[in-house]
């Protein structure tokens, strides 16, 4: 697959500002440790338009839908719910970067879709749902991968006694990168 340049990033949702859980935080939920955030989580209502950061080739789209119980009164996993995976290319260092969306409700794009900076890609998930992964608050999950991908969804965390392999190194904290990848001309 043909990855494209991408000369500049911007933001993936209009109202950037409000981050509920950041890059790097240990996190607890249903009094579990979930273990080392990977990326960051933006407060947003059902529904918000989330765009691409940059030109790019989707490499993953899926629904990673949560359990109930049977009964639905108990929650027996928590997920991705709709997750996007975009595969960048940096035109000055070539090297491959990847941009992951967590949450979805909706999913604009397919693996193998070409896709420009600012191009909608999805919908915010509805809180609970199991399109945002039955999660209480509504959100974007939002990471960058700079490591090798291999078709497989990502994780959002990382715990060193994880089933799910990942290095932690390999992610880097979103906002500061954007910054750093397009310093004069930021796009929000």
């Known amino acids: 697959m043909a990855y494209r340049f991408t000369p500049n990033l911007m933001f993936p949702i209009g109202n950037f500002r409000n981050i509920v859980s950041g890059f790097g935080e240990m996190n607890?939920?249903?009094?579990?440790?979930?273990?080392?955030?990977?990326?960051?989580?933006?407060?947003?209502?059902?529904e918000t338009k989330v765009f691409s950061i940059g030109r790019g080739v989707v490499v993953y789209s899926k629904l990673h839908p949560g359990e109930f119980?049977?009964?639905?009164?108990?929650?027996?996993?928590?997920?991705?719910?709709?997750?996007?995976?975009?595969?960048?290319?940096?035109?000055?260092?070539k090297k491959k970067f990847y941009s992951v969306y967590g949450h979805l409700g909706k999913r604009y794009v397919k693996r193998g879709d070409a896709v420009e900076m600012g191009g909608l890609i999805?919908?915010?998930g509805k809180s609970m749902s199991e399109s945002n992964g039955i999660?209480?608050?509504e959100h974007l999950h939002f990471g960058i991968y700079i490591g090798p991908f291999h078709g497989k969804v990502?994780?959002?965390?990382?715990?060193?006694?994880?089933?799910?392999?990942?290095?932690?190194?390999?992610?880097?904290?979103?906002i500061s990168f954007i910054k750093s990848y397009n310093p004069r001309n930021i796009h929000i």
């Not at 579990?32 to 209502?45: F, S, T």
């Not at 990502?154 to 979103?174: H, I, M, N, R």
């Open 69 to 93: 119980s049977e009964d639905g009164k108990k929650i027996l996993k928590r997920n991705w719910g709709g997750i996007v995976i975009i595969a960048h290319k940096d035109p000055q260092t």
């Open 122 to 124: 999805g919908l915010i």
């Open 28 to 46: 607890i939920y249903d009094k579990k440790l979930w273990g080392k955030h990977l990326g960051i989580d933006i407060a947003a209502p059902n």
């Open 154 to 174: 990502l994780p959002g965390y990382f715990k060193e006694d994880s089933k799910v392999a990942t290095d932690p190194d390999l992610w880097k904290e979103p």
């Open 135 to 137: 999660w209480k608050s």
